[in-house]
């Protein structure tokens, strides 16, 4: 997932990429198999990498560079073993470097975003005039996955539909004043989408999306969900 905070008062873009994992037993996350492996390698050490689908326009990416990769990534570890009320998953935002290993004094996600929201995690994505492999990476990344249509899993049968609705919350001294649901993804306010029946899944794929918008007027964010991919 990508957590992305634009600030339109100071035209500065903050963003992270989030590996979600399923912890492995109460406040614990491990990490096992080749590819989960190549997973935190990739977050530990960000490697140059390319990206397989040719409409990113990406190839040997580099975080490193532009005063190296801390705060690219971390892995938000979902933690289903609950043992009193309230019977909901938490979930933890962990740094890479400590993965694998215990949850208990990491941030949840939404401890996480309020954090982005102050320039304390994350990182600098703001495009500018010279902007780094990791800021363009974050904006090819908005610009193909809110043009792409989520694709539900194979195990739920082949369908699609839009997607791009946003909230919109006006705020006062941290109070919230109001909140307004608008759509930019051709659906409906509040209605639930009309499933479209395809025969694959789209050829271009997109990564889950979280896009945060600070202005004068509010604060907005937009949800899209998808998969994408990278190879070393």
């Known amino acids: 997932m990508l957590v992305v905070i634009d600030d339109l008062r100071t035209k500065i873009r903050t963003a992270a990429l989030v590996q979600a994992k399923m912890a492995a037993q109460r406040g614990w996350v491990k990490i096992g198999g080749y590819q989960n492996k190549l997973q935190l390698n ?3 050490n960000w490697p140059p990498f390319d990206f397989e689908e040719k409409v990113y326009n990406l190839q040997q990416v580099d975080f490193q560079k532009s005063g190296g990769a801390a705060g690219s990534g971390v892995y938000g570890i979902i933690d289903r073993h609950w043992l009193t009320a309230p019977r909901v998953p938490n979930w933890k ?3 890479p ?3 694998p290993g215990a949850t208990a004094a990491a941030p949840t996600l939404g401890e996480f975003i309020v954090l982005m929201l102050g320039n304390k995690a994350g990182r600098d994505a703001t495009l500018g005039q010279y902007p780094s492999d990791w800021a363009r990476t974050v904006e090819a990344l ?11 899993r194979r195990s739920m049968g082949a369908s699609a ?3 791009g609705n946003t909230t919109m919350a006006f705020l006062m ?3 919230l004043l109001q909140h307004v649901v608008i759509s930019n993804g051709m659906l409906p306010v509040d209605v639930q989408p009309e499933i479209v029946n395809v025969e694959e899944p789209p050829l271009v794929k997109a990564i889950s ?3 945060v918008t600070l202005s004068d007027n509010g604060l907005s964010h ?3 969900d998808g998969v994408g991919r990278v190879s070393p």
């Open 97 to 99: 470097s400590v993965v």
């Open 142 to 152: 908005l610009k193909v996955t809110f043009h792409n249509q989520f694709h539900e």
């Open 161 to 163: 539909f839009p997607r």
């Open 222 to 224: 937009e949800f899209a």
């Open 42 to 44: 990739l977050f530990q």
């Open 209 to 211: 999306t979280l896009l």
């Open 173 to 175: 001294s941290g109070q």
């Open 93 to 95: 935002q962990l740094d």
